[in-house]
């Protein structure tokens, strides 16, 4: 599958990626009933993400980060890099966090419900719930400013990959080897939607 995709994208132009750690800087996000914080969490996921793109599918495709350290970047900020750079796709990653003990991963896509944000949404959902064993808890609509600032641009899309509120799910990303794992969840996830649109 992977000689595949490589294949696919030798004889294209590369297609540009722009991966959104959520929060940074003063801004921790949710904490971890474990003590982490999901800003240090999705920053480690998208740097791993870069990693993967180079070594395995030799930059293939041309990704971009809103954030490459812990440091808090305006949301209007990540929309203007993502228009500047004429992205094909954007995802923005995130943890979740909730009163009771939910788990699972869901994906947000803006309410105006873009076919092309859902396809989207849906290949980097199923490829991490599949292969990761996390529940699935669906594509949903949301008016969140990134992809507010973003969807009349490229497909775009917020994941929330698991509850840092639920100890199973938080204990996973202590583990560099569970980040890796999603990180090429993702990965794989944009590359088998870009590939569909060949």
């Not at 812990?70 to 990653?93: C, G, N, P, Q, Y």
């Not at 859902?118 to 290949?123: L, N, Q, Y």
């Not at 980097?124 to 641009?153: C, H, M, P, W």
């Amino acid at each position: 599958m992977i000689l595949l995709l490589k294949m696919c994208f030798v004889f294209g132009q590369k297609k540009v990626v722009v991966i959104d750690p959520g929060h940074g800087g003063i801004d921790s996000g949710a904490i971890g009933v474990n003590g982490i914080y999901e800003k240090d969490v999705v920053l480690n996921i998208a740097k791993e993400v870069l990693n993967l793109n180079k070594f395995f599918f030799d930059n293939e495709l041309d990704i971009y980060l809103t954030r490459y350290n812990d440091t808090l970047i305006s949301l209007s900020d990540r929309s203007r890099l993502t228009e500047s750079l004429k992205a094909d796709v954007f995802v923005s990653l995130h943890c979740n966090a909730s009163q009771n003990n939910s788990r699972g991963m869901e994906v947000y896509v803006h309410h105006s419900k873009n076919k092309e944000s859902i396809a989207f949404g849906v290949s980097i959902l199923n490829e991490s719930t599949e292969k990761l064993g996390f529940d699935k808890r669906g594509v949903k609509f949301a008016n969140f400013q990134v992809l507010r600032e973003t969807i009349s641009y490229c497909p775009s899309i917020l994941v929330e990959m698991g509850f840092m509120t639920n100890m199973d799910e938080a204990d996973y990303y202590l583990k560099a080897k569970n980040i890796r794992a999603m990180a090429l969840a993702v990965l794989m996830g944009i590359l088998n939607y870009l590939n569909a649109g060949l």
